[in-house]
């Protein structure tokens, strides 16, 4: 307990500056919401139901594909119109709005483009959404208070200072989902959290914590705590001053049996506080038992002893406010909640309105199944009777009905909301109809395959919108951008695709997710941000950010950070139990089940179904692990103050070493699985059964992208990557070879066409100076997406290979936002991109030249690099381009014979070897 370690808060401020008070951020619903507080995890929902008015409504499900799409929004959020698809003639737009900081307008806007009227209908509903317990689950956290008394002399347990197993393990230093080590949610704790997850199950647990007091000294101290064990559990503690080492000579020790419990409750003993209002407590666990859960402290200022009934108040969230009608106008509607906040509604006085409420778990079957309740203000499905103690949310429903909408016409109205912190500045029942349109993001460029820039537009506007609040983020309730509101919760690999594509219109965005995901500077218990697959796309994201922004302040914080995060991948870093093979090959399978986020990728599901995961090695870790290595390499040598590890330029030559030795399949000119006897030793590659390597597909090519391939390895995957009998399908690459004999046409990934890895390949063309390849990948993506968006308004995961239309998730942002990658790259101008191996110094642009610094890694394995220039319309006619240090001369701009690609687009092909004149060829 020596060791002097970095001290981390478990509320570490991450920034939200980003995402403003007012958003989409519902998990249930699609609507409008207001974050509330931080601390509690509250916000205020506005949920707009349209509906045939005495006939069928259309609640705005955001959990399936209830027919409301995102249509569009702004890059501040400032602005998002979503789109209710009603029947095939009559649909409603909203346009949400934010005027200022805390004042929003709605548009409400129906369209009916059938012969004959319809009397259409809207529900405004709001309702105050407490946090969930945790990602996925149903249950919210229930309200627990701390006496008012005693709030200033309670100190919750999951702030403690550090924390240790006896016996350590490998998540001890990757904490899942950003918790810090041993803490969990907890239903019944104060903060929703505390510290559990089997600590206190062994002799010598330990953890030190900060004890705070109103006022200096006191006379007791309480635990609250739960033992769901059957025998007590005992603690040493020791109390020392704030300025003392732990165990210093000052230290006041005794010991405390913790009983069971059915729940919380406190043991109290008396322990003197030292003069100082804060102090030092160590805990040590005498004899443990699985099943402990640590709350906090209570400092008392008497002598009190023995076990103490809960002190804390727990309940069902408060969410039913108090609610006046006609403030300041006849059409004002006011509603204060319990925590204090005051929200105004002024609706359009045009159209008759009433007030109800509605209380339901399910608000999709209920008002669909009450519809026809015309006359009750209060409404609750008898179907389903209260459950005591279950929380039940509780809707207010404006109620707008008739709204006649005549044949082939429309009909809009607008509402406007004032949040508490709003300056209000309507005074009379007069309402603002109109204005200015919204500032929504639209790509520039002009491409001539009709729905291109449609889709692109339609993606970046989910992308934008796919926010979810609240997500709990290392001790602290934020926004969080989700690949979709199906997932509300943290995902590494889909949250580095999201960046990647956010950081071609919201480079701001961009860098929030990279910082979320790379964490603190000095963090001994997130490595980074790990949920689900541990493909590190973060290395990527910095890479563009680096490209985008050369010179920019955080370039040598994210080296050091993403520093920490190879380091625990390659498998020294802390805890990680990455490289448990002699082979020296990774495996990252100890963590998650999904090694390159494809979730039923055959050789796989083999391994788990032979259960030998802790036996066997996939390539695409080894591979991601090189180019990551080759990525650091890039970072350290534009940054004056880093020096490269000598191990990360050794793991390289090991790893590529390994995969040649072991991994390489010459009768299949592939790479396969690895698979390791009981001791660490080879096996051999992973074969199905007849014998065929099991490794045909993506993750038998992932080698490519390491930049560090033999010539002879090389051509034989770029053969097989774009050959139709293989992985080259008419829609794009599939994830398995269809020549294999376990390739299927109804898997998820195993028979179907995804986005994330055919962007490594894209990039790994470039790389190469294949850029026919590479605009054949993008080409292929961009007019598949564009159909499909054309035809269906739907921003879908992947595309099977058996009909080519999109499936999975409808609005999904993550692992499709390459798309918005290839549209910038082509089509819009301004754009420079290159591949892994180059990186961008300087870019300018003067008096009609593009100047570009840039720097060609020489180890680069083909020795030739393609650049993609997109210059700003009649600003750029020339470039001119300097490599490496030296200049390579200039490349002209114009409307040269045979361009037949993407007009405006130009490749310019560099070589770090012989230094020659870049040519730069239009696409």
Known sequence: MTEERPRMSLRERLDTRYYPAWGPYSKEHMGFSRRLSDETGERLDCIVVPGIYRGRVFVPSAVWDAGCLVDAAAVDLGAVRMLHEMTETLSAEVDW????????????????????????????????????????????????????????????????????????????????????????????????????????ADTGDTMIATLHCAEPGFRSLGIRYSNASDTSIRIRLKLFPSDESPGGADAHTVEVALPPSDGFQVSVLPLSGPPESSCRLELETVSGAAGLCLDGFFCFEDVREGILPDPCSVGLPADRPAVSQGIRSRDALELTYAGGERFRLFRDHRYDTVLRTVETRNLDEVMAHLTHNHVQLHIRDKRYAPVPGL?????????????????????????????????????????????????????????????????????????????????????????????????????????????????????????ESLDTYLGADKDLHRAFLHHGSPVPVQAYLAKELMDQFPGHENRTRDYRRLLRYYEFLAGRGGSSATNPFRSKLRTTFAYFYNSGGWDDYPAQNMVHARGIADRVAPVVTNAHLVRFARLLSGFARLLDDEQLPETVSADLEEIMHALRAHAWDED????????????????????????????????????????????????????????????????????????????????????????????????????????????????????????????????????????????????????????????????????????????????????????????????????????????????????????????????????????????????????????????????
């Open 97 to 200: 709005r934010t005027e200022t900081t805390d004042i929003v307008t709605a548009t409400v806007r129906f369209r009916n483009a059938s012969s004959l009227p319809v009397s259409t209908c809207c529900h405004i509903l709001f309702r105050l959404a407490p946090p969930r317990l945790k990602p996925g689950s149903d249950e919210v956290r229930l309200s627990v208070a701390v006496p008012a008394g005693l709030a200033d002399r309670w100190s919750a347990a999951a702030d403690y200072v550090d924390l240790f197993f006896a016996r350590p393990g490998i998540r001890d230093s990757l904490v899942y989902d950003g918790y810090r080590r041993g803490i969990e949610p907890v239903q019944g704790s104060v903060r929703g959290v505390a510290v559990a997850s089997g600590w206190g």
């Open 391 to 511: 929380y039940e949310p509780y809707y207010l429903d404006l109620f707008l009905r008739p709204l006649a909408v005549e044949a082939g016409g429309e009909l809009s109205f607008v509402f406007r909301i004032e949040g508490p912190d709003a300056a209000s500045c309507l005074e009379t029942a007069d309402f603002p109809r109109g204005g200015t349109a919204p500032p929504y993001f639209t790509f520039d460029g002009d491409p001539p395959e009709p729905g291109i820039r449609h889709g692109a537009d339609r993606l970046a506007a989910v992308a934008l919108s796919n926010v979810v609040y609240p997500v709990q983020i290392r001790g602290q309730y934020t926004c969080h951008t989700t690949p979709g509101r199906w997932w509300d919760s943290v995902y590494t690999w889909d949250a580095g695709f999201s960046g990647i594509g956010l950081s071609v219109f919201s480079p701001e965005r961009a860098r």
């Open 668 to 923: 299949a000119k592939i790479f396969g699985y690895v698979e390791h006897d009981e001791t660490g030793q080879v096996i051999g590659v992973l074969r199905a059964p007849g014998g065929e390597n099991a490794n045909l597909g993506l993750d038998g090519l992932s080698p490519l992208v390491t930049g560090a391939l033999l010539s002879y390895e090389r051509d034989a995957l770029i053969a097989r990557l774009f050959s139709p009998d293989h992985m080259w399908t008419g829609i794009g690459i599939s994830t398995v070879d269809v020549s294999a004999s376990y390739a299927r046409s109804d898997g998820y990934w195993n028979g179907a066409v995804w986005m994330p890895h055919q962007w490594f390949m894209w990039k790994t063309c470039l790389d190469l100076g294949l850029g026919s390849e590479a605009w054949k990948i993008a080409r292929t993506a961009l007019e598949l997406w564009a159909r499909e968006v054309q035809e269906s308004r739907r921003c879908y995961e992947h595309f099977p290979l058996s009909t080519g239309r999109g499936a999975g998730w409808h609005q999904f942002g993550g692992l499709s936002s390459p798309v918005l990658n290839w549209y910038a790259a082509y089509y819009q101008p301004g754009t420079v991109t290159v591949g892994l191996d180059t990186w961008i110094l300087r870019r300018s642009a003067s008096q009609g030249v593009l100047s570009l610094s840039l720097q060609v890694d020489e180890s680069s394995e083909s020795g030739v690099s393609t650049i993609l220039i997109c210059p700003d319309r009649g600003a750029a006619t020339e470039s001119n381009v300097i490599l490496n240090g030296s200049q390579i001369g200039f490349a002209v701009f114009g409307n040269a014979v045979g361009v037949d690609l993407a007009p405006g687009a130009y490749e310019l092909s560099v070589s770090c070897v012989s230094r020659e004149n870049g040519q730069a060829s239009p696409r």
